[in-house]
T-cell receptor, first 112, second 114 residues
């Protein structure tokens, strides 16, 4: 079946540092999504990507849809304590009614 | 927009009891997904519907699990009988499903089976 590898599994950083995480898939995706989940809440959509090479920003967050269509990256600049949470990538293959595959998540810890 | 609504937010029950989880998708969204999240297995897709029709239920773990979507604004996930290993957070998500697919998650139902 589809394999979606997300790395790193966890990160411990100092406030103000930049963060980078990525996801790779075993097949080509047409859509990449990035979510953030805080304790006791559902995942919240941060950024959606629909074209290979697309680079999209949302405040201090920037995500890119890889040229090969098998990977995606999320960068957070100048991290702050409220960035703490688990970040998930999700990808969708082409075609109708296709489900999304989720990565295992990157747990981000930010030390003030 | 109210977002995806799930109820109850927390459910504690005893092994063998029937559990029903409820979801109201975002108005106008025509795809609905049920997920289960645990520490060990992460986020698992159980079943999803498009226009109220089940498209893929291959993730439903056992016959004890069933899901229905009687109309565009309501879905249920039922576990009968429940077992301790069913303890998890269950999420519902909806998708407008069009040229640009995406998914919006509800707040989840935390289920504990004793």
């Amino acid at each position: 079946g589809q394999q979606l590898n997300q790395s790193p599994q966890s990160m411990f950083i100092q406030e103000g540092e930049d963060v980078s995480m990525n996801c790779t898939s075993s097949s080509i995706f047409n859509t990449w999504l990035w979510y953030k989940q805080e304790p006791g809440e559902g995942p919240v959509l941060l950024i959606a990507l629909y074209k290979a090479g697309e680079l999209t920003s949302n405040g201090r967050l920037t995500a890119q849809f890889g040229i090969t269509r098998k990977d995606s990256f999320l960068n957070i600049s100048a991290s702050i304590p409220s960035d703490v949470g688990i970040y998930f990538c999700a990808g969708q293959e082409g075609g109708n009614f296709n489900k999304f595959y989720f990565g295992s998540g990157t747990k981000l810890n930010v030390k003030p | 927009d109210a977002g995806v609504i799930q109820s109850p937010r927390h459910e504690v029950t005893e092994m063998g009891q029937e559990v029903t989880l409820r979801c109201k998708p975002i108005s106008g969204h025509n795809s609905l997904f049920w997920y289960r999240q645990t520490m060990m297995r992460g986020l698992e897709l159980l079943i999803y519907f498009n226009n109220n029709v089940p498209i893929d239920d291959s993730g439903m773990p056992e016959d004890r699990f069933s899901a229905k979507m009687p109309n565009a604004s309501f879905s249920t996930l039922k576990i009968q009988p429940s077992e301790p290993r069913d303890s998890a957070v269950y999420f519902c998500a909806s998708n407008p499903h069009g040229v640009t697919d995406t998914q919006y998650f509800g707040p989840g139902t935390r289920l504990t089976v004793l």
